[in-house]
């Protein structure tokens, strides 16, 4: 495992100025990533996780933090609510097995959806998969999630059909 990537750490100020710190995932936070995922409603929680589950279980959950900072990385976003760090989104890549291509992942708190904290993660994520020497990332997103689609194509992502899964779309961008 990498080092742990403190030049990726970062305060930012959302549209509405709130404060945010943007960081990479440690294994420690296990229970901020669970609590997470279960404050995200039963929607957002499909379109992220392509499944109903309700809480992560702990195979998951242990995937999700314990990562190598490399060939796979997860930036959170935290803000301080009455004196405790609550995550409000995650950005993630994998690499696939040679390390030159990804696939990204984010899921945003709903009420904070808008606020511009997942361009804030995403841009912050393309930064860190391109310096890590990756040349593609890439996304499967719901066909449905018309708003997920759009911000891909802010981001600069080229989006279509998955030929394999009509109910699937592609976002591709070259890095």
């Not at 997942?118 to 449905?144: H, N, P, V, W, Y």
Request: glycine share 6%; net charge negative; proline share 4%.
């Amino acid at each position: 495992m990498a080092d742990y990537p403190e030049e990726l750490v970062r305060t930012r100020y959302l549209f509405d100025g709130s404060e945010v710190l943007i960081r990479p995932i440690r294994a420690d936070d296990k229970t901020l990533e669970q609590e997470f995922v279960q404050h995200l409603s039963a929607d957002s929680r499909y379109r992220r996780f392509m499944s109903t589950l309700k809480e992560l279980p702990p195979g998951k959950l242990k995937y999700l933090t314990e990562i190598d900072y490399v060939k796979h990385l997860a930036l959170v976003a935290i803000i301080q609510q009455e004196g405790h760090a609550v995550e409000i989104g995650v950005a993630r890549y994998c690499a696939d097995p040679n390390g030159t291509s990804c696939e990204f992942a984010i899921a945003i708190d709903d009420d904070w959806q808008g606020s511009g904290v997942a361009g804030i993660l995403m841009l912050t994520l393309i930064d860190a998969a391109r310096a890590r020497g990756m040349q593609k990332m890439e996304a499967f997103i719901l066909a449905s999630n018309e708003k997920m689609i759009k911000f891909a194509r802010q981001l600069g992502f080229a989006v279509h059909r998955d030929p394999d899964d009509p109910g699937m779309v592609v976002a591709e961008r070259t890095l």
